[in-house]
Structures are given as C-alpha cells and as structure tokens.
C-alpha cells in the first residue's frame, strides 16, 4: 500500500486523521500556524462530498461546527493563539450544550498577536480555563505525526463518546515540521460513532436526561425529534431553568462524566522509567527534545526517563504520582514558564523534587539546551 | 394545522411584558408556517440572546438558542450540513446589529437560503433598557440619560448592500402583511431580511415617552408608507414597509454542491 505512506506535515496528518475518524464538515478562519489544517480541508473535504466553510472569524468558525454537528456531523474547527481565545465563547456553549466537536490550537508564543510563526506551549491552561464558569474538558496532544493522527481520531472517539467538545493542542513545530506518516488500514484504529436514541416518533424523547453510565443519545436536527438546545442551565426537555437542583445536578454531570472516565480520556508513552531515577515529564514538540536526551544519557549509562503525556486535561495525577515514585528528581519539559509543572508538583508527594525546564523565547528547545538545565541541577556547570 | 400545533403549550407562559410586540411576530410567524404547509420536522429556527430569540423556546420546530450575535453563524453551520432543512433565525436589533453585525454581513454577502427576522424594538429590553444601534440619534436610554448621539443603521439598506436577495420591512401593526413577508422570505431561495419594528413599551416607550403599547403601534401605521408611495415624497420622515429587495442570485449551498462535483472530477 504505497499510497499509505506519507511525509507530509503536522497539520496535513490532522486532515487526514480527522477524515479517517469520520469528519465531513469543518469551519474556519486562516491564522498562522494553524492555516494549513484549513487549505487541505478545503481540498479534500469536497472530494468525498463534505463541506469546508470559511467563515468570518474564529467565533463564527467554532458557532457553525457547533450547528453542523447538531444535524448529526462530525465536526472540526482549527486556529492558533489570537483565534483560540476568540472560540473560548463558543467552546463553553459546546460545553454545556454538550455537542460532540473537536477545536484545534496549534499553538504559537503569546500572549496577544506574539509570535505568529514561532513555537510555544503557553496555552495548555487556557485549555483548561479558558471557558468562564466551572467546566470539565478534555485536552489532548502529541510529538510526532503518527501519534497527531491516532491522537486525532482519539479526539473524534472522546468528543463522541462524552458529547463534549475536545480540545487538540498542538504546536507551531508539530505543525508545520514535515515527517513520515503511516496511514492506517480502516479498522485499525476504532473509530466510534454518535450515540443515537431509539426512542420512537412520538414518544416523548429527553435530549439531556442522562442513562445511567452518564451517556446522553443524540437525536439529529431535521429527524423525528423536536428539542430546545440552549446555553442557559436547562431541564431535560432543554428548556431554560433557573431551578437550583437542576442547575446543581447538570453542573455535577458536566463534570463528572469527564472526571470519571479519565481512564478511557488519558494517553500517554513512557521510556526507560522502571529504574529511572531522573524522570522528565513532557509531551507535545517538547517531548521529542526529552526523549533525544533521554537516551542519549542511557547509552552513557545514566538512569534517565521520559513520561510523556499524551492527554493534558483532564491531567492524570494518579499516574504521574505512580510514575514518579522511584524518582529523585522530577524534570518537567515544556515550552511555557510551568504550566504543567503546577500540575506535576500537586501530583507527586514531594512537589520540591520538581523542576521546570523550558524555553519562552519562541526558539524550539534543543536537547542541548535539557542537557545544560540538568547540569546545573545536578551542580555540574553548564 | 390549527396554529397552536406549531406551540410548546408546556412552556407558556411567555416570559415577554404586557404590552410587547414580540408576540404578534410569534403568532404572524406561526401563520405563515401554517400557510407554508412545511413539516414541523423540516424547521429550525436559531436564536441569539435578548427577549427577541426567546421565541425559540416557544416553538415546536428544532430549536437552538445561541450565543449573544451569533445566531447566524450557527445557522450557518446548520443549513450548509443539511440544507434541506429551512432555517429562521429570529434575532433583536441589538443582537443582529451590535454584536452580530459581522455575522448578519458575512450570511447576506453569501446569500445563504435562510431567513433573518430582525425584531427592532430600538432597545436592550432584556438587560433593562439600554440604547441599541437602532435606538436614534437623541433617544433616551439607560446608557443615554443626556441624548442619544449614535446615529442609526438602515438595516434594510444594509441588507441590501451587504448581499441579501430578499429585504423587506414592516411592522408590528401590519399583522397580516409581516405574515405574507415572512411566508415570502421563506420560500426565497437566498439569504432573506425581514426587519419587523416591534414595540417595548416598558423600555423604550416609556423613557421617550411614546405612550403604552396601542399608542406605539399607532404610531407605527402613522409614521409608516408603502415604499415608494405619493406619502413619503411629501413627508421624507415616513418610514417605508414593504419589499425593498427581491432577486435571483446563485444560492451558496447550491454554489457548494458544484465545488463537490468539480472536486469529484465531474461526478456528483
């Protein structure tokens, strides 16, 4: 199958995933780093019949997939830092609507306008927070482009799976690095389809009266089913509510249906941590750096190991803390000034054992520039 | 279907004032529904936020209640996934305007077959009065106790400019004519403007002193014309009803379906 075989680029293999996983509607609006995911889904969304739409702006992008998905598509929008913050409005109405979609952020430095075409990893706690009010979200990434295609349909499947937006938090060099990419056979990957109720025309159907494992079946737009969707607190009809058991209970559910099935929502890869004294923790671009030093200091004999967090939120903290139980030293990778390194430190018993290891001045970070960081750790001078 | 099939009678009361407009674009809507014959499944209607789209609410069609402005880009998304479907998105001035004047733009220069209903009351009604980009120059609001000095849109010009194929204006008063425009606007295969001037007799009406809601819709069928009529060349301040905008231009999601076919080579 030679035509499996690709070398293309991050936001290439995002396309082709998303279309592996399903999608045939995207809506966007061209920034840098992210524009390519919008130029190949403009090519290639209309070859298999879907839709590409460019809408007006980055609210507009992330309010239409939120439509699209609601007549029963799967759905993707993808920006980068100024655009992200504008869909932080949008995203929070997914949230609560609870409409399966799926928002990229292939993240440069910022804050504001920052640096277009210059790495980072500064937007992991919008991720996380960006939504006003108490929410629940899911946060996924990766270093290198197989794993951006299977962390892709893992997107799809999770979005599905919790009806809840998915954010994909990628970054400038993953994006626009280019790369060998095997695509899958079909079937290789699981690929999971919308929840759709059987309950018959006529009988009255709840939109938001959750079956006991917390799912919610859909009904799509246009079919027998007449319902309210609203970004207001609202009943299980989706009639707006101000009733305080109501508004407690689906704020509960909101969150609970992400929190207590973090198993099936957390991927993650780990490299020589069974006798690791030294751990680094990293995860997007910044991983790939880790995991040169990594077994570059093996091959010398060093006990160094790489966790490498494939999904950030919600954060695994049992699993780091298990990981982390033989280490001395806790190193956390990443292009931003801690933003997982906060989360590392409530994770482990001995937060003093963490430290960060970054870069913030839009230079991708080397493993020269770990090796020198630990070296002052370890009080050896650069 | 008697006009109260086209209702979710479980949700009423409305939580609209006395006196409020809204309910007469409601009932017109709910006859031009009727007149139409569509399937209640075959109807979304989208709304953004104020006391204008919670008509949403009301309707037994499948509706989605948006975000502040943003109606039209949802509904975007719904009529370019399943065109098939109609899509009415009822909108106030301040929502369509202020907030969504980019999104009601960007649908009209498309010419995306779905219909904007702008409720103009010229007020924030649901955050308790404030001026809106239709309030008028020297109108009192909450946030103009001194005089109004933002001047107004011409939502009709505006549509019009922007690419709507279908524009009309009428009025709260003019019951039976908002029924035939909001049929016609329908049926229209383009993006479709029907501006509706609705009265608030809590917010607006009362501040500038416009009497209580009778008063207000007598003023609309006095400071009213049919366009172009022998009336308004002798009075230049009367506001014109009737269909502004009416033309044949390719339809977007039909303009999509030849990207496809060029896309497939040839084959739909």
């Known amino acids: 199958m030679g035509n499996q075989l690709k070398f293309i680029q991050g936001n290439e293999v995002c396309v082709e995933a998303a279309l592996y996983a399903g999608l045939d509607f995207y809506a966007g609006y061209p920034i840098t780093p992210s524009t390519e995911v919008a130029e190949h889904m403009a090519k290639r969304l209309p070859q298999i019949g879907g839709k590409f739409l460019q809408m007006e702006d980055e609210i507009a992008s992330v309010c239409a997939i939120v439509g699209a998905s609601l007549t029963g598509h799967k759905v993707m929008t993808a920006t980068s830092g100024p655009g992200f913050s504008l869909m932080q409005e949008g995203l929070g109405y997914a949230i609560m609507a609870e409409i399966p979609c799926v928002i990229v952020n292939v993240q440069r430095g910022g ?31 990766a270093s290198t482009h197989q794993d951006v295609f299977e962390m892709t349909v893992h997107a799809f499947n999770m979005a599905e799976m919790f009806r809840t937006p998915v954010i994909l938090l990628f970054d400038e060099v993953i994006g626009h690095m280019r790369e060998k990419l095997i695509i899958p ?73 992400i929190k207590n099935n973090a198993e099936t929502i957390t991927r993650y890869k780990e490299y020589y941590l069974e006798d690791a004294r030294t751990v680094l923790i990293s995860y997007g671009c910044s991983a790939r750096s880790a995991l040169h030093v990594v077994e570059n200091r093996r091959a010398r004999g060093e006990r160094l190991g790489l966790l490498e967090l494939q999904s950030l939120w919600p954060f695994p903290y049992g699993l780091v803390e298990e990981k982390c139980a033989m280490a001395r030293q806790i190193v956390v990778v990443e292009m931003n000034m801690g933003q997982i390194t906060r989360a590392v430190k409530r994770a482990v018993p001995e937060p003093e054992r963490v430290v960060l290891a970054n870069r913030i001045d839009g230079v991708f970070i080397t493993p020269t520039d770990i090796k020198n960081i630990l070296r002052l750790f370890q009080g050896k001078g650069v | 279907m008697a006009v109260k099939d086209y209702i979710r009678e479980r949700f009423f009361p409305h939580l609209w004032c006395p006196g409020c407009g809204h309910g007469i674009v409601l009932n017109s809507l709910l006859r031009a529904v009727e007149q139409l014959g569509m399937s209640k499944n075959e109807i979304v209607m989208v709304s953004g936020i104020g006391c204008s789209s919670r008509i949403s609410g009301y309707v037994d069609f499948h509706t989605l209640h948006t975000l502040h402005g943003r109606a039209l880009a949802f509904a975007t998304g719904v009529k370019m996934s399943k065109p098939e479907l109609n ?15 980019n999104h009601f733009i960007h649908a009209a220069r498309r010419n995306i077959a779905m219909t904007a209903l702008v409720m103009n009351n010229r007020i924030y009604g649901m955050t308790g009065g404030q001026y809106s980009p239709l309030s008028g120059y020297g109108c009192q609001a909450t946030t103009s106790p001194f005089g109004n000095i933002d001047y107004s849109f011409d939502i009709a010009e505006l549509a019009k400019a922007a690419g709507a194929t279908y524009v009309a204006r009428t009025t709260t008063y003019h019951a039976k004519q908002m029924t035939e425009m909001i049929r016609d606007a329908v049926l229209h295969d383009g993006f479709s403007v029907v501006e509706i001037l609705t009265q608030c007799p809590t917010y607006y009406g009362r501040r500038n002193r416009l009497g209580d809601a009778a008063e207000m819709m007598d003023w609309y069928k006095s400071h009213t014309t049919p366009i172009g009529s022998k009336a308004k060349e002798e009075n230049p301040s009367l506001i014109e009803r009737g269909v502004f905008v009416q033309r044949d231009k390719p339809e977007y999601c039909t303009e999509y379906d030849k990207v496809i076919e060029k896309a497939r080579g040839g084959q739909a």
Do not use: C
């Open chain 1, 111 to 141: 804050p504001s306008t920052g640096l277009p075409t210059g790495p980072g990893q500064g937007d992991v706690l919008q991720a996380r927070w960006g939504v006003h009010g108490d929410h629940s979200i899911i946060a996924l990434t």
């Open chain 1, 185 to 257: 056979e079909e079937g290789e990957i699981q690929v999971v389809d919308r929840l759709r109720t059987s309950v018959k025309a006529g009988v009255d159907y709840h939109p938001y009266l959750p079956r006991e494992d917390g799912r919610l079946p859909m009904s799509d737009f246009g079919s027998e089913h007449r319902y309210n969707v609203t970004g207001l607190f609202h009943d299980m009809w989706g009639f707006p509510t101000g009733n305080p058991g109501v508004v407690h209970e689906l704020l509960r559910h909101l969150n609970d249906k």
């Open chain 2, 87 to 101: 899509v009415i998105v009822p909108m106030g001035d301040g929502d369509a305007l202020a907030i969504g004047g």
